[in-house]
């Protein structure tokens, strides 16, 4: 599916107008500010049932939608020219959104943004059971290093976030390892350190014991071949992926990193994950270009397999670590073996693999979140 | 005039809809798209008259603005539900923006966004004949670093981003001078690296050889009384900034700073500057607060008089750099004595001071970037 096509199939979802389950249950009053909100804004607001209420002022507006996961929720004008509606319950976690305003799709001003769908947008960050994993806790924090250099294989600057650990500065004479960790498609390099909280993760792990200090590196793996431009589509971004990722990966990323932070630059120290289709990137070239990677996570991007293993000798001898992770509404009807199984038969193998599974998430952050938080302890040992 | 008032002035200046001169004048069609646009959008886009034209797919609407720096200009619907507009010919640099949809203030979802006015909003970038002083180039790049850290004086957790030249991690054994390098009014501690570019503007300086290697530290200047909230107006602000702010600066971020970057942790080797109302706050610490910098460069905020300076034998003796800077448009007509001439009078008091006057720039970003570019070279000599 391409760009267009992908915006396409958005846009026919969002003209559902979804009647919200709200209207017929009892809604909880008690709505409070969300965190994603601009400084000082009341709305939008959620309760403990998880449904948001939004509001926007358009006086001279004759059709007014909150749109949220691509469903249209029909807002209601007070004589003032406030539109307020509310949604269904949502998922822990979060969430893309915007406005429909008399036809035209907007982000809400009222609240922040990140880039995910292909855009910088407006989310929604809906409170969690579990949010003391990625909160901003008054811990010793790492610092997130925004970066610019030269690739030799695209002949440009690439753009790139790292994470170093709160220790880092503190002794010189120490080197970590490194985890190479990759977003899915239509979202670029900030994605982990930002809807991601990566850094607050590691921050809250490190302080509670619960995992060794090491680097983060955050690469945008959505390269299209130069010749397809902006608009490619998922399979060629795939097919690039498959050449042109790796080999930016291996000859110009890994590089840099070993000879601008204190790394341990070795196979054996150096991890590579990513979610969905950062997660096929992870599965591929840890296959495909042995001699890099020593320990890997795929989240909602697939498995490793009996076959893939017993094909790849390489693999089956020098992982040391092989992490599989999806939402729970992901795998509900698995086709076929679920991933569960397949971790639990890799196992069998002599494989170090674990699987884990994020209770009540679908293909989504709050997944991918948790599944950085139950990783990361699992590295480097 | 607090927040509140703040907007409600914007909203009446954008009630005044506004006849694009361009109507009346021959409109050049060499349009090309914006590299403040979203990924892959060709509109917003903008004409060697610095015209620029927006459009926004809005089948249902009535009336459709662009709103640019407070005015609106109209747009016309075409047989495809697209609306179209165009401005007056703008200042070159970077321009808050959005649209006005039957009513609604919402930002452009084909723009990128900035924190500036109070909020995250889009933005337009306007080529300029002088951005080659802060393009992002083919040369040696320092790296942005988000931190966290724990304020005594606030009891919370701060945020801040620092810039560390290139060479920063080559030889651990050099230590650094310091700029802390302040945002405006309604603005906060991103402005500097991203409206501001202060990274490519000191990776060129560095490239070109035209200033010395330091470390640049931006923080969240607005800061207001905890019993005021949020909604804290521009006297509490500065009344907050001539007592909390100096405070958390001197007590909890040069610590910080001194105790996680290798700096030379000495007056002589520590610089102030900031933009309008960070201008401002700049000329209160180096007058009041004696110990902490040497250098300081004040941009559209303000001046040092000869009367500063007679009543300040402690600035008198040790400041050994005055930058003193505005736009052109600022100072058209200057009420009494102008800042050239102030400059020129504590010149003759023997303060080693220095006047700039951005070309055809107002009170915005254009005139800051400039006056960084300008100030840097004579820092730490």
Redesign the interface.
């Given at each position: 599916m391409n760009?267009k096509s992908f915006a396409i199939v958005c846009a026919v979802a969002a003209s559902l107008v979804h009647m919200p389950q709200a209207a017929s249950q009892q809604v909880t009053e008690d709505f409070r500010s969300l965190s994603s909100n601009?400084?000082?804004e009341q709305y939008p607001m959620v309760n403990s049932q998880r449904i948001v209420r939004g509001r926007?002022?358009?006086?001279?507006?004759?059709?007014?939608f909150l749109q949220i996961n691509g469903i249209n929720y029909p807002m209601t004008k007070d004589a003032d020219?406030y539109w307020m509606g509310q949604s269904d319950p949502l998922d822990e976690g979060n969430h893309y959104y915007?406005?429909v305003?008399?036809?035209?799709?907007?982000?809400?001003?009222a609240s922040?943004?990140l880039y995910g769908s292909?855009?910088?947008?407006t989310q929604l960050e809906i409170p969690a059971q579990d949010e003391y994993k990625y909160a901003?806790r008054?811990v010793p924090?790492g610092?997130?290093?925004?970066?610019?250099?030269?690739s030799n294989t695209t002949g440009a600057?690439r753009h790139i976030f790292v994470y170093t650990p709160p220790q880092y500065?503190d002794d010189?004479n120490v080197r970590y390892p490194v985890l190479y960790l990759q977003h899915g498609y239509t979202e670029n390099e900030t994605g982990w350190?930002r809807q991601g909280r990566c850094?607050f993760i590691m921050d809250n792990l490190l302080a509670d014991g619960k995992c060794l200090p090491f680097i983060i590196v955050m690469e945008n793996g959505e390269i299209s071949h130069p010749a397809q431009g902006?608009?490619a589509n998922f399979g060629s971004l795939m097919s690039a992926a498959n050449e042109l990722f790796p080999k930016i990966l291996t000859q110009d990323v890994i590089p840099y990193i070993d000879s601008?932070?204190r790394t341990i630059p070795d196979k054996a120290h150096r991890a590579l994950a990513g979610l969905s289709m950062g997660g096929m990137q992870t599965r591929h070239i840890s296959l495909n270009y042995p001699g890099y990677f020593s320990q890997i996570g795929i989240f909602s991007g697939g498995t490793i397999s009996v076959q893939d293993i017993n094909s790849n000798p390489e693999f089956k001898k020098e992982n040391t670590l092989t992490f599989i992770s999806y939402g729970s509404r992901e795998v509900e009807n698995p086709r076929g073996q679920s991933p569960k199984e397949t971790v639990q038969a890799i196992r069998e193998q002599g494989i170090n693999a674990y699987y884990y599974e994020s209770p009540q998430t679908a293909h989504e952050w709050q997944t991918w979140r948790r599944s950085l938080y139950e990783f990361a302890p699992l590295l480097f040992r």
């Open positions: 760009r601009q400084y000082g926007i002022l358009a006086p001279a507006a004759h059709e007014v020219g915007g406005l305003i008399d036809g035209a799709n907007v982000p809400d001003p922040l943004f292909g855009a910088e947008r901003l008054d924090h610092q997130i290093r925004e970066i610019y250099f030269h600057q500065d010189v350190s850094g902006p608009q601008h932070f």
